[in-house]
């Protein structure tokens, strides 16, 4: 259960500083409730108040591309995941060794998410697709035929699909991100790898079994400090699931690095999980 003293991490889940109330408002745009259309303080992210603190806004004059390379190197993460976008595309100029790419695409715009998807893969070495099913505006449940297309071009191109699995923080509903769903999305795409993102709660069981089913489904931690890693998440990874949990954070979204990294060497891994789950699984299934 020893942490190594050299993680050399992947983040299957990071991004640069950024404004909260700028990025999220596309969510604020769907809620209801009072506090997540204000936006205010930690509710500017509309999952906020899931967190004790989640962090400060960039600043206007800050180089957030060198913010976030430095908070990595504090901790040991190698390279990360990113969206495709200007920034990250100069952050990969600046660091080619630093920056993977993905692309969160939104299935209402099938043929819009298919030629993007082509594009970038051959303009930027596409790494991953991903997607929140509840954040489309009109949310789309991840069995829905809108993704077919989508996934069908994942398989034709052998990247993975990261989506979220699970009840969502922010406050919309979340049926369409119900683990049960990748039970028909993996039979119908044998060939489709796909990365389960925050969490699958509550039915983190189901998902364990959804994995020992179908060789293509994984799971990631993003979103989750260290000490809540699900039970069922921690025992699969150390019996038949080693080659199934990776690592993913939450930074700068609701959890910094420094605090991610703090409470990871009380997380009950046996030793031989460690290197597949910090990095090893990642290299293997996102061609890295």
């Known amino acids: 259960m020893t942490f190594p003293a050299d993680p050399q991490a992947i983040d299957l889940m990071i991004a640069f500083p950024f404004k909260k109330a700028e990025i999220y408002a596309f969510l604020r745009a769907q809620a209801k409730d009072d506090e997540t259309i204000a936006g205010q303080g930690d509710l500017a992210m509309p999952a906020g108040y899931m967190f004790n603190d989640v962090g400060d806004d960039a ?44 692309l969160e695409v939104d299935p209402n715009d099938i043929g819009g998410a298919v030629h993007a998807i082509r594009a970038a893969h051959a303009d930027y070495d596409l790494k991953a697709v991903t997607s929140f099913p509840a954040g489309c505006d009109p949310q789309v449940p991840i069995s829905d035929r809108r993704y077919y297309p989508i996934y069908q071009t994942c398989v034709d191109l052998d990247i993975p699909i990261c989506l979220t699995a699970g009840v969502p923080g922010p406050r919309v509903p979340g049926d369409c991100q119900h683990v049960r769903h990748f039970d028909q999305v993996c039979f119908d795409f044998p060939d489709l790898k796909i990365v389960m993102r925050h969490g699958a709660e509550p039915d983190e069981a189901l998902a364990v079994k959804l994995m020992l089913k179908y060789p293509g489904l994984h799971y990631c ?68």
Not at 69 to 78: F, L, R, S
Not at 80 to 100: D, T, Y
Not at 243 to 258: E, H, Q
Request: charged share 25%; glycine share 6%; with cysteine.
């Open 59 to 102: 600043g206007d004059d800050e180089d957030v591309i060198e913010t976030c390379i430095a908070a990595m190197d504090t901790v040991g993460v190698a390279s990360g995941l990113f969206n495709v976008s200007e920034q990250s595309i100069e952050a990969k100029r600046r660091h080619p060794e630093r920056i993977h790419f993905s």
């Open 221 to 288: 931690t993003s979103a989750f400090s260290p000490k809540y890693y699900p039970q069922a998440i921690i025992d699969y990874a150390n019996t038949r699931g080693t080659d199934k949990i990776m690592y993913a954070g939450y930074y700068p979204m609701g959890l910094s690095l420094d605090q991610i990294f703090a409470a990871l060497p009380d997380v009950p891994f046996r030793d031989k999980v460690w290197e597949p789950f910090l990095h090893g699984n990642a290299r293997r299934v996102f061609k890295l």
